[in-house]
T-cell receptor, first 115, second 109 residues
């Protein structure tokens, strides 16, 4: 068990460019979450997958954001036409869901800077 | 919509003291809470969770839940400089966690 892995760890991009982040969850975990965290704030929910199905998306997830989890394994989060306000830490978490008391394990995050 | 509120701090305590971190929540239906620790630039890591009224102890950490007052706290005994971090309170639902903004703790040697 190598934990949740996210790549890249850091990304600097110019405004208007597209970026894609990858998350590899803990093996066998059926749930995968994406959160966004800005300085001084707690993580904010973006979306989650149960296996390969994307079951909920936050209003924070504008139409410029898209997430996939093909085959229920790794997931990608793409941001199109990036804006400076997209600068944040993007966190991925996974869990082996068994109820509300199920712990979610976080990856190290991808820090996005839009210049 | 769940609201989870935390004082952003920083909370400064001397080494060896008890640090008390507090969290209030708006949804009376919330049944359980998680405490995560986050070092600067790192990802959150679970310290403990609590789902029953009263206290739950794990080593130097004690979580306290008072559902009537909608209040959950984390006590850290014998605080160490390595405890200096941001502590996040989180309320889970069937689909997500709602996080507070976190309280930054500084433990001074």
């Amino acid at each position: 068990d190598t934990g949740v892995s996210q790549n890249p760890r850091h990304k600097i991009t110019k405004r208007g460019q597209n970026v894609t982040f990858r998350c590899d969850p803990i093996s066998e975990h059926n749930r995968l979450y994406w959160y966004r965290q800005t300085l001084g704030q707690g993580p904010e929910f973006l979306t989650y997958f149960q296996n390969e199905a994307q079951l909920e998306k936050s209003r924070l997830l504008s139409d410029r954001f898209s997430a996939e989890r093909p085959k229920g394994s790794f997931s990608t989060l793409e941001i199109q036409r990036t804006e400076q306000g997209d600068s944040a830490m993007y966190l991925c978490a996974s869990s082996l869901w068994s109820g509300e008391n199920t712990e979610a394990f976080f990856g190290q995050g991808t820090r996005l800077t839009v210049v | 919509q769940k609201e989870v509120e935390q004082n952003s701090g920083p909370l400064s305590v001397p080494e060896g003291a008890i640090a008390s971190l507090n969290c209030t929540y708006s949804d009376r239906g919330s049944q359980s809470f998680f405490w995560y620790r986050q070092y600067s630039g790192k990802s959150p890591e679970l310290i403990m969770f609590i789902y029953s009224n009263g206290d739950k102890e794990d080593g130097r950490f004690t979580a306290q839940l008072n559902k009537a007052s909608q209040y959950v706290s984390l006590l850290i005994r014998d605080s160490q400089p390595s405890d200096s971090a941001t502590y996040l309170c989180a309320a889970p639902t069937s689909t997500k966690f709602y996080f507070g903004s976190g309280t930054k703790l500084n433990v001074k040697p």
